[in-house]
């Protein structure tokens, strides 16, 4: 079996965390995103992975290679300019063989059990199967409406909150059979949600609606971002960290890292590879620490999360702050809820950073 992770995309709404890295292997626990992606496929039996790249594309290439680090194969096919989720599939379609194949989006972490989700494709004999997803909010996404059989019915795009009488949407997977996408218009901006997906049903094709009940979270947003962390370290998420156990109190520590016996460290708290916790610092719950950190004595850090290799200075206080790689914190800075650093950002003695001030 085949799998295409569409991975172009500029994640713009990630910014500044994005500036220097595409979104799909922004670091969750020091591997990047794309990591649970292919674990998960693996899981499955598909090693045989083709990335649609745009954005950074030489960045991500070099960071993944050719798969065989990670027991897959990895293939690439590259946009010269956006081509909207279909079209940047169908640059695929060369490489891919007479099986269906799975598509997913880069920014999608999920546990969704594709094996399951490919016996309901074939048992309905679609030629699309949509895998589906709950939202609190569906007014912001396009909504999927499926009858009893699991067919889908209908399509709606952004409805007002009177239309939203469904709260199902797609979770970026899908099951194509490949002759579906020679109706993609060849060298132009083409959709899955706004253009394939409704012509084939217009034509009276059977588009298969699974909801599998399983954990899903788009990580388009710095809050979503921080989520993804705080759901796997809570086990909402059953995602193992790569490499590093947590002790009896839920703190997992890596290798080489120094934490002196004044601090106080309440768990689930993650400290990466040859992280400094100074005197009497404190590091409360869904915290996250990557390599290299230094954080000083007196800090005092809650439910924040820190790239590898910044400085946190002494007394420093963050809540529910994003810090990107290199950043230097002298002493007393205050970071408060929301508020992200790009990386190599470097905030001077007292600075204080917190919405509304």
């Not at 790249?53 to 993944?64: G, K, R």
């Not at 949509?130 to 499926?146: C, E, H, K, N």
């Not at 709606?156 to 993609?184: C, F, H, N, Q």
Request: net charge neutral.
């Amino acid at each position: 079996m085949q799998a295409i992770i569409i991975a172009g995309g500029q994640g713009t709404r990630l910014r500044p965390l994005t500036y220097d890295l595409p979104k799909p292997i922004i670091p969750i626990f020091n591997r990047p995103l794309l990591y649970y992606q292919i674990e998960l496929l693996k899981r499955h039996g598909i090693t045989d992975i083709i990335l649609n790249l745009h954005y950074l594309a030489d960045v991500l290439e070099t960071t993944l290679g050719d798969g065989s680090a990670w027991g897959v194969q990895l293939r690439y096919v590259y946009e010269s300019q956006p081509m909207g989720t279909a079209g940047a599939v169908a640059l695929a379609r060369p490489l891919l063989g007479r099986e269906p194949v799975l598509v997913l989006n880069g920014d999608v972490l999920t546990d969704l059990d594709l094996t399951r989700f490919l016996a309901f494709h074939r048992d309905l004999r679609a030629k699309v199967s949509i895998g589906l997803t709950r939202v609190s909010d569906p007014t912001a996404y396009g909504l999927v409406f499926v009858d009893p059989h699991g067919r889908v019915s209908r399509f709606l795009e952004k409805p007002s909150y009177d239309e939203a009488v469904v709260d199902t949407v797609s979770a970026g997977l899908y099951w194509l059979e490949p002759e579906v996408l020679d109706r993609i218009p060849a060298g132009e901006p083409y959709s899955f949600e706004r253009g394939l997906f409704p012509s084939l049903l217009a034509d009276g094709q059977v588009l298969g609606g699974y909801f599998g009940r399983s954990y899903w979270l788009d990580i388009g947003t710095p809050r979503k971002y921080y989520q993804a962390h705080h759901d796997i370290l809570s086990g909402r998420l059953a995602l193992s960290i790569p490499d590093i156990r947590p002790n009896a109190d839920q703190i997992w520590i890596g290798p080489g890292t120094e934490i002196d016996p004044s601090a106080s460290l309440l768990g689930p708290v993650y400290l990466g590879r040859g992280v400094r916790i100074g005197r009497h610092a404190r590091i409360n719950p869904y915290t996250i620490i990557g390599d290299g950190v230094t954080i000083g004595d007196g800090a005092w850090i809650g439910e924040s999360l820190i790239w590898p290799h910044s400085v946190i200075g002494p007394a420093c206080r963050l809540q529910g702050a994003i810090v990107g790689k290199h950043c230097q914190l002298e002493r007393d800075c205050q970071i408060g809820h929301g508020m992200v650093l790009g990386g190599e950002t470097r905030l001077g003695k007292g600075s204080i950073l917190i919405p509304g001030r």
